[in-house]
């Protein structure tokens, strides 16, 4: 069962949170889904933009949504690599931007608020760590290559197991594949393993290669008590 389910999906209410806590009636369910894509959508999409103004690129990991009904205010946590450069002033009028740009495209009686909250270990969050290998595939690195490296590295910062795959055109290939390497344990079943999970794509001159990866972050021993 864990092979063929998302990793943080099958633990959520375990060890999982979910990243959109909120509650409506079902006629207006959907229409708030669709919301909550559109507006990480957004926020994704303007720290591209800036970046590309930034010397320093500022890494955004994932994006929380938490609803407040009664007084429509939304609250979005955004966590980030680089904290420092976030909370700088000119960081700061880029986040009282993005938050009026959110206001302007999802109604004027909302009220957003963008907390920043900081990335400990970059080597802890599968996002990040899948956001290097796509970096490395888009500069025409050897998938192997990118891949140990990164695996190296994960090993280093103390993580216990280190799962990798990726597929399609690999170094432009005409006939797609996929490859994966591991390094340590990765438990796909155990409910009370904490597994950080990521699915990015690269684009590439030679197609889309997708990139997953697993990091094992350890066990919560106290989840087995609920279960007795």
């Given at each position: 069962?864990?092979?063929k389910?998302?990793?943080?999906g099958?633990?959520?209410?375990?060890?999982?949170?979910h990243?959109?806590?909120?509650?409506?009636?079902?006629?207006?369910?959907?229409q708030t889904?669709?919301?909550?894509?559109h507006?990480?959508?957004?926020?994704?999409?303007?720290?591209d933009?800036?970046?590309?103004?930034?010397?320093?690129?500022?890494?955004?990991?994932?994006?929380?949504?938490?609803?407040?009904?009664?007084?429509?205010l939304?609250?979005?946590?955004?966590?980030?690599l680089?904290i420092?450069?976030?909370?700088?002033?000119?960081?700061?009028?880029?986040?009282?931007?993005?938050?009026?740009k959110l206001?302007q495209?999802?109604?004027?009686?909302?009220?957003?608020?963008?907390?920043?909250?900081?990335?400990?270990?970059?080597?802890k969050?599968?996002?990040?760590?899948?956001?290097k290998?796509v970096?490395?595939?888009?500069?025409?690195?050897?998938?192997?290559?990118a891949?140990?490296?990164?695996?190296?590295a994960?090993?280093?910062a103390?993580?216990?197991?280190?799962?990798?795959?990726?597929?399609?055109?690999?170094?432009?290939?005409?006939?797609?594949?996929s490859?994966?390497?591991?390094?340590g344990?990765?438990p796909?079943?155990?409910?009370?393993?904490?597994?950080?999970y990521?699915?990015?794509?690269?684009?590439?001159?030679?197609?889309?290669i997708?990139?997953?990866?697993w990091?094992?972050?350890?066990?919560d021993?106290?989840?087995?008590?609920?279960?007795i």
């Open positions: 069962m864990g092979q389910i998302h990793p943080n099958f633990r959520l209410g375990i060890v999982q949170d990243q959109s806590l909120w509650f409506e009636n079902k006629n207006s369910y959907a889904i669709q919301e909550d894509f507006i990480r959508e957004l926020i994704h999409s303007f720290f933009k800036t970046n590309l103004t930034l010397s320093e690129e500022l890494v955004i990991s994932n994006i929380s949504i938490c609803r407040h009904i009664q007084n429509k939304i609250f979005i946590r955004i966590a980030t680089n420092d450069k976030l909370v700088q002033e000119q960081n700061l009028k880029q986040l009282k931007l993005l938050e009026k206001q495209k999802f109604g004027t009686q909302k009220t957003f608020k963008i907390v920043p909250e900081i990335i400990e270990e970059e080597y969050d599968a996002n990040l760590v899948g956001r290998i970096k490395n595939l888009r500069n025409r690195v050897p998938f192997k290559r891949i140990k490296e990164v695996l190296m994960c090993r280093q103390g993580i216990y197991g280190v799962k990798i795959q990726v597929a399609g055109r690999l170094n432009g290939v005409e006939i797609a594949r490859e994966w390497r591991r390094e344990r990765v796909l079943h155990t409910l009370r393993a904490k597994i950080s990521s699915h990015q794509n690269a684009h590439t001159l030679y197609g889309i997708g990139v997953k990866t990091l094992f972050l350890g066990e021993q106290s989840i087995s008590k609920k279960f």
